[in-house]
């Protein structure tokens, strides 16, 4: 019984993307969810490759300079792997700012 509610629920609501206003605010939810997603990706390899510098000296194998590129790499495909849980969580949180639009939509 709950699933049909469920379901039903969930068919009701793609049955109202056609409406601008709930476009709209899907749009920005997802669009402003984007944009933090790739700041705080950006920042985060920024800050690596500030944090590692140019070179570095390595008791076994000396001075690399690689090391800095390696963590920049692996703290981007870090990122790219947790924006797959993240994406959704962050859209959901941003696209609650605007939930007053989105019942004046389903009200209407």
Do not use: C, H, K, Y
Not at 69 to 78: E, I, Q
């Amino acid at each position: 019984m709950a699933i049909t509610l469920i379901l039903r629920a969930f068919w009701l609501a793609v049955g109202q993307v056609a409406d601008p206003r709930f476009r709209r605010v899907l749009m920005i939810g997802v669009g402003l969810a984007l944009v933090l997603l790739v700041g705080v990706s950006a920042g985060f390899v920024w800050f690596i490759d500030w944090l590692t510098g140019e070179d570095n000296w390595l008791p076994i194998l000396g001075e690399v300079t690689w090391l800095d590129d390696l963590f920049s790499w692996g703290a981007a495909f870090l990122l790219m792997f947790l924006s797959i849980f993240l994406m959704i969580p962050v859209a959901s949180a941003i696209t609650s700012m605007f939930l007053d639009n989105v019942a004046d939509a389903v009200e209407a």
